[in-house]
């Protein structure tokens, strides 16, 4: 997936100028340091990549990177980022979302583009709670919580990100901590070079609303031992990556193990839980239209077609 640009290019090169507004403390901040960290590692061509959003906070990270942005509809932005991917496969395609935004309306769409295992990175922002609509419980949020926003207890089950990836079709699932920056960049760059629909669920902070999981919970520092309450899989020796894609009982085992360890609560494992490399969208659209194999959409004339045959046939 990943483009390289002609030169050395800076973290600085990954920024646009305009203004943040997040909130002071916010887990937005390390997880769009982490996109660029993992950008500028990878050395992707800043005009080579495109950046979606949904609607939240997370919205509006494209606004501060620099490449294309598209800030899109509530719960579409894997559509569009499918879309876009179709429409230029020499793009580097990024979509971000929120845990209510991609979790909860989006969650049709989820499973959609798991199933389709296009070319593209999905990042989600996930603290729990709605942050830009002040706070209510998102889909994540577990049955009993209550953060300082909510008048009453969450009345439902939280979802499980991680196991609704893996039965979606998802190639590529990972967890990472918003306040862990290059450990989270790593996995970032991991799935920007993973040919396939890779899911990064990204643990953050919401210091405006959630005031049960915040970075001194993630710390440990209520516990008597003062353990972080994360750990990262790979050393505990997990290895959820697929070695013979065409063994049905491997893939099987891997995406047990990965499912087991997605519900551990405490301490949460970070890493990446499962990977396999299997043919892509792109790859079978292209098999059906060897057109777009050979120019991108965007670069063929579709203007001057006579439809009139279509136009015909439908009468």
């Given amino acids: 997936m990943s483009v390289s640009a002609p030169v050395k290019l800076t973290l600085k090169d990954y920024k646009s100028d305009l203004h943040n507004d997040w909130c002071p403390g916010c887990g937005d901040f390390g997880i769009l340091t982490s996109i660029q960290m993992a950008l500028q590692q990878l050395q992707i061509d800043p005009d080579k990549l495109a950046v979606f959003s949904g609607i939240g906070c997370s919205g509006k990270t494209p606004h501060y990177i620099n490449g294309y942005g598209f800030h899109t509809l509530h719960g579409r932005v894997l559509t569009v980022a499918t879309g876009g ?88 699932i990972a967890r990472a901590y918003a306040l862990e920056p290059k450990y989270t960049a790593a996995i970032i760059a991991r799935a920007i070079q993973h040919k396939g629909s890779a899911l990064v669920d990204v643990l953050q902070t919401c210091p405006t609303y959630n005031d049960l999981y915040t970075k001194e919970w993630y710390e440990g520092a209520d516990l008597p031992e003062k353990r972080s309450r994360l750990y990262k899989l790979e050393d505990k020796g997990f290895d959820g990556k697929v070695k013979d894609p065409t063994d049905q009982e491997e893939i099987v085992a891997k995406k047990s193990a990965a499912v087991a360890r997605s519900y551990e609560a405490d301490p949460i494992p970070i890493g990446v839980y499962y990977e396999v490399e299997l043919p892509t969208y792109e790859d079978a659209v292209f098999q059906r239209i060897p057109a777009l194999a050979e120019k991108p959409l965007v670069e063929q004339d579709v203007f001057h077609r006579d439809i009139a045959p279509l136009l015909e046939a439908m009468r």
Wanted: charged share 15%; proline share 3%.
């Fill in 85 to 172: 991917r179709l429409a230029n496969t020499d793009l580097t395609v990024l979509a971000l979302g929120g845990d209510g935004d991609g979790y909860g309306i989006g969650a049709g769409y989820f499973v959609g583009a798991g199933r389709r295992n296009a070319d593209f990175a999905y990042i989600v922002h996930n603290n729990n709670v709605y942050g830009l609509t002040k706070g209510q419980a998102s889909p994540t949020l577990s049955k009993g919580k209550k953060t300082k926003s909510m008048p009453e207890q969450a009345i439902q089950d939280g979802i499980n990100p991680v196991a609704m990836a893996i039965a979606s079709g998802y190639t590529f």
